[in-house]
């Protein structure tokens, strides 16, 4: 990877022209043994010649990478949930337009009903993750500038910028206008150096200083979504949860 002069090859993101993709030439008969398949990254930079100090710099890079790809993802979702708005819905009243209590939630305000499953198609993932990443999107994009700037600078990590979406997704909709950014402007500056549950820990305790009754619309929320699920599990077994006030969990473990 470093020769001397301080230069060497590691995995990079770049820009360039991308052709349109082409059916493999199957003509074409390969060797006994040889199989067909793209190139590994691995393979090309001979990462096991490499010293344990130039692997870590390299894990170092990927890292980097990965921070960039992710806000170059939120982006290209929240930019293709633009292009869906929920004008193209059938509207209540015409003719193929689901019946009311059918409708699912929008995935987010002003975006097609269906485009979480559009996403979900795109991505190969399930509805309720590409739900999710939309919201993480929106957030980001419209609430939490500089957090998905630091993500797109390779400043900041996934983990960490998602941990500020959880505590602030909430507040955007539901505090006064500045209180988020306040906050993002108090805990960013730190947030690369603290742990996920550390750089939450801090987010909420300036939520709260900044708006007392945050804490309290939280728990409103939380009691609104109660909830009793059943999973199963291997060996034909299965879990049995619920979510509840901790008075009442209390109680009911108290009881078993």
């Not at 409708?103 to 002003?110: L, R």
């Not at 009793?228 to 509840?244: K, P």
Request: proline fraction near 5%; include cysteine; charge should be negative.
């Amino acid at each position: 990877m470093v020769v001397e002069d301080g230069g060497g090859f590691g995995v990079a993101v770049s820009i360039r022209a991308v052709p349109a993709p082409a059916a493999p030439d199957c003509s074409v008969e390969l060797p006994e043994g040889v199989t067909r398949r793209p190139a590994r990254l691995g393979e090309l930079l001979g990462v096991d010649a490499w010293s344990a100090e130039e692997k870590s710099h390299e894990l170092r890079r990927v890292a980097v990478i990965e921070a960039q790809l992710a806000a170059y993802k939120v982006q290209l979702v929240d930019s293709l949930a633009a292009d869906r708005p929920v004008v193209w819905d059938r509207q209540p009243g015409e003719p193929g337009a689901a019946a009311e209590g059918w409708v699912q939630d929008a995935v987010v305000a002003g975006v097609s009903e269906f485009f979480a499953d559009e996403l979900a198609l795109v991505l190969n993932t399930s509805r309720t993750a590409a739900t999710v990443l939309t919201e993480q999107a929106r957030v980001l994009l419209r609430e939490l500038p500089a957090t998905w700037a630091a993500l797109a600078d390779g400043e900041l990590d996934w983990s960490r910028a998602r941990a500020l979406v959880g505590v602030l997704a909430e507040p955007a909709r539901e505090s006064a206008a500045g209180v988020v950014a306040a906050v993002e402007a108090a805990v960013l500056p730190r947030a690369a150096g603290l742990s996920v549950s550390g750089l939450r820990a801090l987010a909420m305790r300036e939520l709260l200083r900044l708006d007392a009754k945050a804490a309290d619309r939280r728990r409103a929320a939380a009691a609104r979504n109660a909830d009793v699920v059943v999973r199963r599990a291997a060996d034909g077994m299965a879990e049995f949860a619920a979510r509840l006030p901790a008075p009442v969990a209390a109680a009911c473990r108290a009881a078993v």
